[in-house]
């Protein structure tokens, strides 16, 4: 089976509200939270399509597309 790659990383930031669990559970360590205390995606080329971040997310303000 092919690698999935990365189509798009969507982080609404007027949803996040900073708890982190996203930063947490990423493998790669893409996200992390600015200086408002909201994710970024600061290492986008890592990302490996696990949507671990997405799934845990409560506030379902994170969208991964693969292709």
Do not use: Q, Y
């Not at 007027?14 to 200086?35: A, N, R, S, T, Y």
């Not at 290492?43 to 845990?56: H, K, N, Q, S, T």
Request: glycine share 2%; net charge positive; aromatic share 4%.
């Amino acid at each position: 089976m092919a690698k999935p790659i990365l189509k798009a990383h969507k982080i609404r930031s007027d949803w996040c509200k900073g708890c982190g669990i996203c930063v947490e559970f990423c493998p790669k360590k893409v996200l992390e939270l600015d200086e408002f205390e909201r994710a970024v995606a600061a290492r986008l080329p890592d990302c490996i399509c696990c949507r671990l971040c997405e799934l845990r997310c409560p506030d379902l303000a994170i969208e991964v597309e693969c292709k």
